[in-house]
């Protein structure tokens, strides 16, 4: 079991940037790859980005690719995903999620473990 909180998210005026936080308790940080996984209003809540455990390998969604960047700190406990140059359609809930997996990472959004959410708006 792992406890997932997410922080950071809010408004940001379009071509800005926010940094997403993950703070997890619970089992080894390490034990777990991460992932970022985002919902906006009436649509399915769609991958974003994962790291595996180590932080060696990253994958991201081609919609992000290039302006996102996933980061951990096992040390911390702290995964993080830094947004740059946001767009109007990046508006949604982000969620924080944790996964058990032999794989180095994961880009589908069957995780074992979810935080409740940061809401982040982008205005053009």
């Known amino acids: 079991q792992v406890q997932l909180v997410e922080s950071g998210g809010g408004l940001v005026q379009a071509g800005g940037s926010l940094r997403l936080s993950c703070a997890a308790s619970?089992?080894?940080?390490?034990?777990?790859?991460m992932g970022w996984l985002r919902q906006a209003p009436g649509k399915e809540r769609e991958f974003v980005a994962t790291i595996s455990r180590n932080g060696g390998s990253t994958y991201y969604a081609d919609s992000v690719k290039g302006r996102f960047t996933l980061s951990r700190d096992n040390a911390k406990n702290t995964a993080y995903l830094q947004m740059n140059s946001l767009k109007p359609e990046d508006t949604a809930v982000y969620y924080c999620?944790?996964?058990?997996?032999?794989?180095?990472?994961?880009?589908?959004?069957?995780?074992?473990?979810w935080g409740q959410g940061t809401q982040v708006t982008v205005s053009s």
């Open positions: 619970g089992r080894t940080f390490s034990n777990y790859i």
């Open positions: 999620a944790a996964k058990v997996s032999p794989l180095p990472y994961y880009y589908g959004v069957n995780y074992d473990y």
